[in-house]
């Protein structure tokens, strides 16, 4: 399979934010986190829309991560699954039909009641969208609005953390370390408390660059692969990382998308969100220790 296409399409007749995540989650443990193997399609609440994503997936090679509750649409999964030889699995319904026996209730089957329109559900949306605007520095005047600033050089997860910690209602920019050129002036208007640097060991790098290249077709003799390229790269960042001593720096080799998430919202709760007299500590113990 190309490499650039989705591994799964989440698929929904609700938001596909469960679907979505829960694919990350699955995904991680093959160290493949990246939302971009995961292609949501949400609020498919009739058997044409859903034929419709189900031959999308087959043209994709896409597995169907499914969470439809409707209990008239939910059969027909399988079903049109099987008729254009498309794998399928249900995140749902074993739960449920779990829950109900133990319980001994009957589900009420109605899409979406986990995800009202309520306040935080349109934080959320705002952030993604915020994330998505924002990404590789592409609005340097925005930075300042950001909850959370990511810095680093190419290819040290700085576009998935950025997408992963936005779905939990965090506006995040990220801003690319690049040789020989300077940091856009609007970083050093930021709180410096807001900014995280990511590091990564040049080998570990390397072998993520040349997968990427090969998956793009690039030639292999591209100084973007290069070790010693690499290299200069990643004293560049330390020089630009060392002038700024009050960001925090997390190493992000060999660590999963879900992991460094949790050490930078970790950290950025415990100084922006944490109750006065709350210890803080251990959130900055593990922040110097990335």
């Not at 208007?189 to 998956?215: N, T």
């Not at 330390?238 to 999963?256: E, F, G, S, Y």
């Amino acid at each position: 399979m190309n490499q650039q296409q989705p591994l799964v399409m989440a698929v929904s007749d609700a938001t596909g934010e469960t679907a979505q995540q829960t694919c990350r989650a699955a995904l991680a443990q093959f160290g493949k986190a990246d939302d971009t193997l995961i292609l949501v399609r949400s609020h498919i609440l009739d058997e044409e829309g859903l034929e419709k994503v189900i031959v999308e997936a087959k043209s994709l090679g896409a597995m169907v991560a499914y969470t439809i509750v409707g209990a008239e649409l939910r059969p027909r999964v399988k079903e049109l699954a099987e008729k254009h030889d498309v794998r399928a699995v249900d995140l749902l319904t074993p739960l449920i039909a779990r829950l109900a026996r133990h319980m001994d209730e009957s589900p009420r089957s109605v899409p979406g009641l986990g995800y009202e329109l309520d306040e935080e559900y349109f934080r959320r949306v705002e952030a993604v969208e915020f994330a998505v605007y924002n990404d590789d520095g592409r609005e340097p005047r925005n930075l300042t609005k950001a909850d959370i600033v990511i810095v680093g050089i190419s290819r040290t997860s700085k576009t998935p953390l950025s997408n992963y910690i936005a779905h939990r209602g965090y506006k995040v920019a990220n801003v690319p370390l690049v040789l020989d050129l300077p940091t856009p002036p609007e970083l050093d208007d930021v709180d410096p408390q807001r900014v995280f640097g990511l590091v990564i060991e040049p080998s570990v790098l390397m072998k993520i660059r040349r997968e990427r290249m090969e998956a793009l077709h690039m030639r292999p003799d591209s100084e973007y692969g290069d070790i010693q390229h690499i290299r200069r790269e990643a004293t560049w960042a330390k020089r630009i990382l060392d002038q700024h001593p009050q960001w925090t720096v997390i190493n992000v080799t060999r660590k999963a998308v879900e992991e460094t998430a949790a050490r930078i919202l970790t950290l950025y709760r415990s100084r922006f969100e944490a109750r006065p007299g709350e210890d803080m500590a251990e959130a900055e113990t593990a922040g110097k220790n990335s």
